[in-house]
T-cell receptor, first 116, second 115 residues
Framework: ETGVTQTPRHLVMGMTNKKSLKCEQH?????MYWYKQSAKKPLELMFV???????ENNSVPSRFSPECPNSSHLFLHLHTLQPEDSALYLC???????????????FGPGTRLTVL | AQKITQTQPGMFVQEKEAVTLDCTYD???????LFWYKQPSSGEMIFLIY??????QNATEGRYSLNFQKARKSANLVISASQLGDSAMYFC????????????FGTGTRLLVSP
């Protein structure tokens, strides 16, 4: 496997289900990200794990719970989601040296989530 | 206020022609970075080009160049010699200040390249 992989690629779940999205990066990076891409809306950053810190977007509801057990793996745990949470969820990774350094983020193919 | 504005929802261009995709940004921070990404129908975001706020010259990467006009706060993407494979969504994004590479994205421009 190379780059950033995400599983599953497609997920359909009911509002009462609990599921998890998985992301794995094979690039040796030290930062990982979750983004949400809804139709006709800008890509929205949900969570960042970087330099041993977790940064989150305050607007993300608590029914989304991230977990980053090591620098290569990132999970997004989902519970009691709403239909408006249906979207493409993208994972990304990058190499971070300090807060202001710029390196491109490498994205995975995304998980297409549908909440019924 | 929107941080990144892409005013062109869709653009058409003929193969082998050049096309400019517009992006304006809003920040008061002197340190920022600007990125362009391409998203084909497969969903994966592909990095194209980067411009730092302190860079004196416009960035270029193969057929991609960034027309950076700092005073006007614009960072337009120019694709030269368009190819059919360039058909995709294109997103402009900005990293603002000391923000751990937290990128803010625009709404995107859909580019269609015709034969």
């Amino acid at each position: 496997e190379t780059g950033v992989t995400q599983t599953p690629r497609h997920l359909v779940m009911g509002m009462t289900n609990k599921k998890s999205l998985k992301c794995e990066q094979h690039l040796g990076h030290n930062a990982m990200y979750w983004y949400k891409q809804s139709a006709k809306k800008p890509l929205e950053l949900m969570f960042v794990y970087s330099l041993e810190e977790r940064v989150e977007n305050n607007s993300v509801p608590s029914r989304f719970s991230p977990e980053c057990p090591n620098s290569s793996h990132l999970f997004l745990h989902l519970h009691t989601l709403q239909p408006e949470d249906s979207a493409l969820y993208l994972c990304a990774s990058s190499q971070v040296y300090d807060r202001e350094s710029d390196n491109e983020q490498f994205f995975g193919p995304g998980t297409r989530l549908t909440v019924l | 206020a929107q941080k990144i504005t892409q005013t062109q929802p869709g653009m058409f261009v003929q193969e082998k022609e050049a096309v400019t995709l517009d992006c304006t940004y809003d920040t008061s921070d002197p340190s920022y970075g600007l990125f362009w990404y391409k998203q084909p129908s497969s969903g994966e975001m592909i990095f194209l080009i980067y411009q730092g706020s302190y860079d004196q010259q416009n960035a270029t990467e193969g057929r991609y160049s960034l027309n950076f006009q700092k005073a006007r706060k614009s960072a337009n993407l120019v694709i030269s010699a368009s190819q059919l494979g360039d058909s995709a969504m294109y997103f402009c994004a900005m990293r603002e200040g000391a923000s751990f590479q937290k990128l803010v994205f625009g709404t995107g421009t859909r580019l269609l390249v015709s034969p």
